[in-house]
């Protein structure tokens, strides 16, 4: 609902109406309705409505893909009153730490740091291999505590004697493997 409210409290500024122009609109003051500065203002506190924003709320997001937040990211103290009234004058009569205090008032980030890099992949890689690390140990416990023994028909030995046996009682004389076996030589046949 304050999305539709904000809206249509953005219609109702004193906005330049503009044909067709390449450069953005921009305005000294967002005018709201009283109704909506009571719905908005406690949310945002004493912090200053400078646009419409991602989505037409009222919320600061640091996003390169749309820069302009709806809201500054500080609240306006004396201080940045201050400077922001120094800034409609001449801009080489602001020093450099001025004009940072100002782009600091009005932006958390700087492109470069919204772009750095976080180190979040080390997180990731680290809950992988966390993870591997218990599900080898949770197999490990199964197979020990969980499983019963292997039966003792898998082992080599018991395979090499039931094919001793198989030979033996000339199982498969025809087809199978005793076909395979030469009696006389005692070896597999070629």
């Known amino acids: 609902m304050s999305n539709h409210l904000l809206r249509a ?5 004193i906005l330049p ?5 390449l ?3 921009c305005t000294k003051n967002v ?3 009283q109704k909506l500065k009571d719905e908005i203002h406690p949310k945002i506190g004493n912090r200053e409505i400078v646009g419409f924003g991602l989505n037409g709320l009222a919320t600061y997001v640091d996003r390169c893909e749309f820069p302009c937040p709806a809201i500054r990211f500080k609240e306006d103290t004396p201080e940045v009153l201050k400077l922001r009234e120094k800034e409609k004058g001449d801009w080489k009569n602001l ?3 001025e004009k940072k205090a100002l782009y600091r008032a009005s932006f958390c980030q700087t492109f470069s740091e919204i772009n750095a890099p976080t180190g979040e ?6 809950v992988i291999l966390l993870s591997l690390a218990a599900t080898g140990w949770i197999m490990l416990f199964v197979k020990k505590f969980v499983y019963p023994p292997l039966p003792n028909n898998l082992t080599k030995e018991w395979q090499e004697k039931m094919l001793q046996k198989m030979l033996d009682e000339e199982q498969g004389r025809i087809m199978g493997i ?13």
């Open 9 to 13: 409290g953005l219609r109702a500024t």
């Open 121 to 126: 992949w080390k997180m990731f890689l680290s």
């Open 17 to 21: 109406h503009r044909s067709i122009s």
């Open 23 to 25: 450069s953005a609109v």
């Open 178 to 190: 005793s076909s395979k076996w030469d009696y006389e030589k005692l070896e597999w046949k070629k």
């Open 31 to 33: 005018v709201l309705e």
């Open 95 to 97: 020093t450099l730490e």
